[in-house]
Structures are given as C-alpha cells and as structure tokens.
C-alpha cells in the first residue's frame, strides 16, 4: 500500500495474505495536524479546518450575505491560515479535556 503523507489514519493487516485492514485515527496519543489537509463542512453549513478546534466559517451565512464565489474562495482561503499548529490551538490533551 501507498503511504499518504496527509493520511490521518494508521493502517494495519491482520498478515499479507488478508485483503482487509483496520484503521486508528491516534488524534489523541500521536498528533497528526501538522500533516493534516483536511476540512469539514458540517450538516448545517459550517466549515472547520480542524475537528478539534472552536473556531469555525458559516458558508451558508457566506451564501446567504450574496458573496460571489471568488469572495468565498478568498473566506475559505483565510480559515485555512487560521488553522492551529496542533489540536485546535488546545495545546495538548488535558487542555483540550478542559475545554
């Protein structure tokens, strides 16, 4: 298998003979975001750049206000810039269990 750089998930085989595998996402015990190239878009139009962080752009607000496109585009452009270094700008696990 390849490996992704920006994969999220680590990857196992029972042995090589077995076509299936499983999957751990280890967001907690071994931090991913530095590589991390996802985004979100929730069930009520927000976009997240991190799972783990507040912050948040409302696209349907963006749609709704009548932004063109390219105003969206440049939105969404500037979320991901936003984004924290690792696990929502919590810092660590216990400070993201506070939050």
Not at 37 to 45: E, S
């Amino acid at each position: 298998d390849e490996v992704d750089p920006n994969d999220t998930t680590k990857w196992y085989r029972v042995s090589p003979d077995h076509e299936g595998r499983v999957g751990f996402i280890t967001s907690m015990s071994s931090h991913f975001c530095g590589g991390c190239n996802r985004l979100r878009v929730t069930a009520d139009g927000k976009l997240k750049v991190c799972l783990f962080g507040d912050e948040s752009l409302s696209l349907l607000k963006c749609m709704r206000e009548g932004m063109s496109d390219e105003e969206i585009v440049q939105q969404i452009g500037a979320a991901v810039l936003q984004k924290k270094a690792v696990l929502g700008g919590h810092g660590n696990m216990q400070q993201l269990a506070r939050s």
